[in-house]
């Protein structure tokens, strides 16, 4: 066996010759090299497939597949106890607002107003979609349940703002009209308009009417709201 060595740089060769047990045993490790390579890595591929596979790995996995479901069963269970509270919570609003609406509906009434124009006992509902059970839940249930509760609070807050206004003008119209007489018993010592002056004897405008009883200490009605003089 001859191995030809070439030089580069100088572009010489340089042949050996292997005879005998060397030629041998260079053949050895260039055959057998690639097939212990091979063995090698067949050997550690089952080594790795082995510990993979293994009954206590597989137990492991198992274990935490059970740990993550378990989680996600109790995430659940939390959300739907968060939303179960919150339904409690828009059940005892909407019921405060029927409460609104029954005082709203009696505060109308009192106040004499037009039939019509305030209406509390009309409720705001959506349209379309399935009635939920008693013991339903879901999220998309209770948002639109809490979309009809603010519309409904809206309407009636402006309804019972104008109701305020209404009230409030009515009352200092009431306030300011005169009604009545200041005295339970008496005369009209001096009427509204020209007279003569008490104490000048001179004609002057007088710009009340003068109640009487003819004795001092008599009681005194308000007929309107001001300042008694």
């Known amino acids: 066996m001859k ?3 070439v030089n580069q740089r100088h572009a010489n060769t340089k042949t050996i010759i292997l005879k005998g047990w060397v030629k041998g045993l260079l053949s050895v490790c260039l055959l057998g090299a690639p097939v212990a390579l091979g ?3 067949y050997q550690l591929a089952i080594s790795d497939n082995a510990f993979l596979l293994t009954e206590d790995t597989a137990h492991k ?5 059970s740990f993550q479901k ?3 069963e ?4 939390e959300s739907k106890r968060e939303l179960e509270a919150l339904s409690l919570r828009l059940a005892m609003m909407q019921a405060r607002l029927v409460r609104l609406d ?3 509906e009696r505060i109308t009434r009192m106040s004499d107003f037009d039939n019509g124009e305030f209406d509390f006992s009309q409720p705001i509902v959506a349209v379309g979609g399935p009635a939920l059970g008693e013991n339903e839940f879901s999220e998309s249930g209770f948002l639109d ?3 009809i509760l603010e519309m409904q609070l809206e309407d009636r807050q402006d309804q019972l703002q104008i109701l305020e206004d209404l009230l409030d003008d009515r009352k200092i119209q009431s306030e300011v009209f005169i009604a009545g007489r200041p005295i339970e018993q008496g005369w009209i010592a001096s009427r509204f308009g020209q007279r003569p002056d008490p104490f000048t004897g001179r004609m002057s405008f007088h710009a009340g009417i003068d109640f009487t009883t003819g004795r001092a200490g008599a009681d005194i009605n308000t007929v309107a709201s001001g300042v008694v003089t």
């Open 102 to 104: 029954a005082m709203g």
């Open 145 to 147: 349940a809490l979309s």
């Open 61 to 65: 996995w198992q274990q935490r597949l």
């Open 74 to 77: 109790e995430l659940k269970q």
């Open 3 to 5: 191995l030809i060595i």
């Open 70 to 72: 378990a989680e996600l």
């Open 39 to 41: 063995y090698i890595g």
